[in-house]
């Protein structure tokens, strides 16, 4: 079991905007589940709002997104800031089909990893062991 301080890591995954493609979002979060974690799963369609109210609300220690709609500048902009604003920041990680560029930018905003397709789930779990230790 992964644990932190004494309890489960808490992981938000969420899949903002309009993208419909939640299929490797739905098996990392099983994937991750299964490694121990406490997973918070908010479907589809989520505003930057949305998951920044959830993240609070469920007191989540990381959050993970997954985005395939080519939006994920400016979601994950917007939701940094909106983060920012509530005094809320927590580390992030990324899923996607995200050109390298693009990832670089995202890490500048505060991403602390970018996860593409193929990604072993040992690797995501180190990763997220890291970020949140």
């Given at each position: ?5 004494g ?22 979060a ?5 490694a ?15 998951i920044v109210?959830?993240?609070?609300q ?7 997104l ?17 983060l920012?604003?509530r005094k ?40 997220i ?5």
């Amino acid at each position: 079991m992964v644990k932190k301080r004494g309890a489960q890591i808490r992981i938000l995954i969420a899949k903002p905007g309009l993208d419909g493609h939640d299929r490797g979002a739905k098996v990392v979060a099983r994937a991750l589940r299964d490694a121990g974690f406490e997973v918070i799963y908010t479907g589809l369609h989520q505003t930057p709002e949305m998951i920044v109210i959830a993240a609070i609300q469920e007191d989540v220690d990381i959050i993970g997104l997954s985005i395939h709609s080519g939006a994920h500048l400016p979601l994950v902009s917007a939701i940094q800031s909106l983060l920012k604003k509530r005094k809320a920041l927590r580390p992030m990680f990324l899923g996607g089909i995200i050109p390298d560029d693009d990832a670089r930018q995202l890490k500048k905003l505060g991403v602390f990893a970018v996860f593409g397709p193929g990604t072993s789930f040992l690797d995501i779990i180190k990763s997220i062991n890291k970020a949140v230790h």
